[in-house]
């Protein structure tokens, strides 16, 4: 007897923040989708994410906003310092937050646990990406499948594991996230601190009374707690009161990479691009890859020759574009001579005094801006 073949629009491979909501938006389409995650346990994420106005409308779209048990902290108003210009930067919006801070833990499990309801995870399945192409028969747990698209969201094992598809900026750089508690309200204020060490950015934690902040210091020095600890203390102090830190200290690797236009896959999330942390804006990024995939399923048939091009063209640009200017900030203020340093205070000036270049700040920073679709 022919073993039956299941035929299905996507396969996605990893089941991650990003790869779960992408197969639940694809869902919400009517798509048949598979999602398979080589791990059966939801990873421990201890860190926050800065959810932008774009984003939360998308979680919003799902249904999964209203699950989170624990109060999103809104960000009222961004402050912006740093050690050449005197003055600080305040971005705020009349309309609405500039965004909100929430766990990661709890997004994933309201994610994953959908995607269990609706019985389209498979977990533990370890597979070779070199054998997976579209219309390919593809065997899973014996039985065997058939898809239209394949959706890649594994994170940056991408990057090892194809490099020569990847353009990578591997800086040596490291993230240290951690949470403090401090006796003064935060007041819904969100900074943004360059020094010469690394970008330090303090954001107000889901807690409360509002005395809870979580950072996240970005860094290509050796540098060890206390140090975190002093900086923070020394510049937040005046603002925050007295200030207790958490025990743990999370410390992550940062490799800035976009990978490049692959035929058989659609990259979304950290597969297609990761960006430095010094625009806190990565998440918020893969958020728009689930978009604009979800605008072109809209326009095109999955079977059109043009559609995996079209995707990458679109989402090349932007995160091509996102990557040239963190590593431009990032370079500029690590490295102070005077041309770089009147490059900085050049643009601080712009954004401090041209209300236009404010508003696209804004607008960026919500998710409003639309570059590409």
Same mark, same amino acid.
């Given at each position: ?9 996507? $396969? ?45 409308? +998308? ?30 930067? &305040? ?10 801070? &929430? ?43 058939? =898809? ?59 807690? $409360? ?21 002093? $900086? ?16 743990q200290l999370h410390k992550f690797p940062v490799t800035p990479h976009i990978t490049k236009y692959h035929k058989n896959f659609i990259y979304v999330g950290d597969s297609l691009k990761s960006i430095h942390p010094v625009a806190g804006q990565g998440w918020n990024l893969g958020i728009k890859d689930i978009q604009s995939l979800m605008n072109l399923i809209d326009k095109y048939p999955?079977?059109?020759?043009? =559609? ?19 590593? $431009?900030?990032? =370079? ?28 696209? +700040? ?12």
């Amino acid at each position: 007897m022919k073993n039956k073949i299941f035929k299905y629009d996507f $396969l996605i491979v990893g089941a991650g923040l990003i790869g779960s909501l992408t197969a639940l938006a694809l869902k919400k389409k009517k798509l048949k989708v598979l999602v398979i995650d080589g791990k059966n346990s939801i990873p421990k994420d201890q860190r926050t994410l800065a959810v932008n106005a774009n984003s939360k409308e +998308f979680l919003e779209m799902l249904g999964i906003w209203r699950h989170l048990k624990t109060k999103p902290q809104q960000i009222n108003k961004i402050i912006i310092k740093d050690y050449i210009n005197s003055s600080p930067l &305040i971005f705020s919006n009349d309309t609405e937050a500039m965004g909100s801070v &929430i766990h990661n833990t709890e997004l994933i499990k309201i994610a994953r646990q959908k995607l269990s309801n609706l019985q389209i995870l498979k977990s533990n399945i370890q597979i070779d990406l070199d054998s997976l192409s579209p219309k390919k028969i593809t065997r899973i747990h014996n039985k065997f499948y058939s =898809f239209k698209k394949i959706v890649i969201s594994i994170g940056k094992k991408i990057i090892f594991a194809q490099k020569n598809k990847s353009l990578t900026f591997d800086n040596g750089d490291f993230s240290y996230v951690g949470f403090f508690k401090h006796q003064n309200d935060h007041n819904n204020l969100a900074y943004e601190f360059f020094n010469q060490d690394g970008p330090l950015a303090v954001l107000p934690s889901p807690h $409360l009374n509002n005395k809870k902040s979580t950072f996240i210091f970005s860094s290509n020095k050796r540098t060890t707690y206390p140090k975190i600890k002093s $900086l923070i203390k020394r510049n937040f102090y005046s603002s925050h009161g007295k200030i207790l830190f958490d025990k743990q200290l999370h410390k992550f690797p940062v490799t800035p990479h976009i990978t490049k236009y692959h035929k058989n896959f659609i990259y979304v999330g950290d597969s297609l691009k990761s960006i430095h942390p010094v625009a806190g804006q990565g998440w918020n990024l893969g958020i728009k890859d689930i978009q604009s995939l979800m605008n072109l399923i809209d326009k095109y048939p999955l079977e059109s020759e043009a =559609f995996q091009s079209i995707y990458y063209s679109r989402r090349l640009i932007e995160s091509s574009l996102y990557f040239g200017f963190t590593s $431009l900030i990032n =370079f500029l203020y690590e490295n102070p001579t005077t041309l770089n340093n009147n490059f900085v205070r050049f643009g601080y000036s712009g954004l401090l005094n041209f209300k236009l270049l404010r508003n696209i +700040f804004i607008k960026q920073a919500m998710g409003r801006l639309s570059l590409i679709d």
